[in-house]
Every structure is written in structure tokens, then in C-alpha cells.
Antibody, heavy 121, light 112 residues
Framework: EVQLVESGGDLIQPGGSLRLSCAASGFTVSSSYMSWVRQAPGKGLEWVSAIYSGGLTLYADSVKGRFIISRDNSKNTMFLQMNSLRADDTALYFC???????????????WGQGTLVTVSA | QSVLTQPPSASGTPGQRVTISCSGTSSNIGSNTVNWYQQLPGTAPKLLISSNNQRPSGVPDRFSGSKSGTSASLAISGLQSEDEADYYCAAWDDSLSGPQVVFGGGTKLTVL
């Protein structure tokens, strides 16, 4: 069964760091297109970062220079290292698996349940 | 302010047909595919329409998508109470600062 399970969310002070994990089962993270998508309380969806099978990493302007996406192939897990956290980073963070066809995105077809990050003093 | 523009709300009665629009620019919808997501309260989003107009396995044929130029739309026919949810459009954007995914602000669909 294909499954994504996020963990690592916590209450953290502004300026602090946190690492989120996304453990995958039923498929191989290293050969997949994976993303982090977040949702602030009561707000819409916001793409955060992506890591592709070839190692390419992409970031939203709002997190560029502060967040780092990575993966551990031996653990079949994706990570999001979040540094210099701000109040507006408070959100439920989802990991998701994306499909591509003929060079175009077919969307995120598999999602985790999310992990909550709260940035507050 | 979201890059893609959706109406914040939509409504209809059971059995009706409703459409939700999504407006973008040449750097996102105009040059990439649009995907639609349905988010029921308290749950993770679910892929509803992929690649502009494709229904993933398990999605009822009441849901359909289309794209023309820099706009896209989601149509729901034969509206049912379980369709009450938030709907989001998304597309990759070929921005100058690097490829990024952009979302619409979401449309809250109410079944009256």
C-alpha cells in the first residue's frame, strides 16, 4: 500500500529550526517527484519545495534561503529542514507525490496527513 | 494574494451544475497544465482533475475540467451534498526566479 507519513511538527520559537520528515512506503522516494505543500490555519494551499528523482530541488520564493529539502534513500524518506522560522511559517505541512507526463505535471496524486508547525514565542 | 484567481465561494442546489473558474497568466496556465484539488474539511487535498481535463481513477464523471489560453475551469454536474468542499487550482509557473507551483486562493463550494 502506498503511504506517506509526515512527522516532526512542533511548537517552535521565531528564529528557530525544525526538521520535518516524510516516510514513504509502497514506492521509492528516490525515483519519484516529491513536494512539500503547506496550509496556514484557515487559509489556502501553498507549495513550499520539491525534490525530483534526478536530485533537482526547487523552492518557493517565500522559503528560499531558509528551507532545505533533501531525502535519505536508505530510509525512503524525504526531509524539510526549516531554519530562521517566522510566524508566517505556521501551517500544516503536507508531503505529496507528483506525476509527470510528457513533460507536464499531472498533479499530486498521493498525500500524507500533514504535520503541524507552530511558530510562536 | 494568490497568483491564480478563483472566486472565493460558489453554491448550488442538489442536481445543479456549477463551475469554478481559475485565471492565470502566460507563465503559468498559459504554458503548463492545470490540476484541480478537492479538500474536504479536516482532510488532505485530493487530486480531482489532472492535466487540465483528466479524471484520476475513482473520480466521478460528474467532475470535468477544461483550459483555454490563460484560464481554466472546473465543472461539477449533478451536484451532491458530499461535494461541499474547498476546491483549488494549481499550475507550475515559469517564473524568473525559477519554476514554482502557484495555487488559486481556493473556492468554498456550498450545497444549499
Amino acid at each position: 500500500e502506498v503511504q506517506l507519513v509526515e512527522s516532526g511538527g512542533d511548537l517552535i520559537q521565531p528564529g528557530g529550526s525544525l526538521r520535518l520528515s516524510c516516510a514513504a512506503s509502497g514506492f521509492t522516494v528516490s525515483s519519484s517527484y516529491m513536494s512539500w505543500v503547506r496550509q496556514a490555519p484557515g487559509k489556502g494551499l501553498e507549495w513550499v519545495s520539491a525534490i525530483y528523482s534526478g536530485g533537482l530541488t526547487l523552492y518557493a520564493d517565500s522559503v528560499k534561503g531558509r528551507f532545505i529539502i533533501s531525502r535519505d534513500n536508505s530510509k525512503n524518506t524525504m526531509f524539510l529542514q526549516m531554519n530562521s522560522l517566522r510566524a508566517d511559517d505556521t501551517a500544516l505541512y503536507f508531503c505529496a507525490r507528483e506525476s509527470w507526463q510528457k513533460g507536464y505535471s499531472s498533479g499530486w496524486f498521493s498525500w500524507g496527513q500533514g504535520t503541524l508547525v507552530t511558530v510562536s514565542a | 494574494q494568490s497568483v491564480l484567481t478563483q472566486p472565493p465561494s460558489a453554491s448550488g442546489t442538489p442536481g445543479q451544475r456549477v463551475t469554478i473558474s481559475c485565471s492565470g497568466t502566460s507563465s503559468n496556465i498559459g504554458s503548463n497544465t492545470v490540476n484541480w484539488y478537492q479538500q474536504l474539511p479536516g482532510t488532505a487535498p485530493k487530486l480531482l482533475i489532472s492535466s487540465n481535463n483528466q479524471r484520476p481513477s475513482g473520480v466521478p464523471d460528474r467532475f470535468s475540467g477544461s483550459k483555454s489560453g490563460t484560464s481554466a475551469s472546473l465543472a461539477i454536474s449533478g451536484l451532491q451534498s458530499e461535494d461541499e468542499a474547498d476546491y483549488y487550482c494549481a499550475a507550475w509557473d515559469d517564473s524568473l526566479s525559477g519554476p514554482q507551483v502557484v495555487f488559486g486562493g481556493g473556492t468554498k463550494l456550498t450545497v444549499l
